[in-house]
């Protein structure tokens, strides 16, 4: 059974940010990206220790999305899974460490 999940506010704005600056260049590409994120958290939901850990950092895990410069950031916990961040691949990696 899939776990439930919730964004913290940080990552959620990150991928509005993310949707919002791919569909100002193309409405498809924008609806794109959002389906891709939506495949991944699925993933996550299902199988949410398949992705590698943080370094260092063994409650963090970190799944890399298709098609984008992104990944997926989450912890979890018992009876939930916490996305810390919507990471584009480029920027100031580990820069949500103060969300855990």
């Not at 409650?59 to 018992?78: C, L, Q, S, T």
Request: hydrophobic share 50%; glycine share 4%; proline share 10%.
């Amino acid at each position: 059974m899939p776990l439930p999940f919730f964004f913290h506010p940080e990552a959620d704005a990150e991928l509005i940010d993310a949707a919002s600056y791919y569909g100002e260049r193309s409405l498809v590409v924008g609806i794109e990206f959002l389906q891709v994120i939506d495949e991944a958290i699925a993933w996550i939901t299902e199988m949410p220790r398949a992705a590698p850990a943080w370094p260092g950092r063994p409650n963090v895990r970190r799944r890399v999305v298709a098609k984008f410069p992104y990944a997926i950031v989450y912890v979890v916990d018992p009876a939930a899974i916490r996305i810390l961040a919507i990471e584009h691949a480029k920027r100031r990696p580990g820069s949500w460490l103060h969300r855990l």
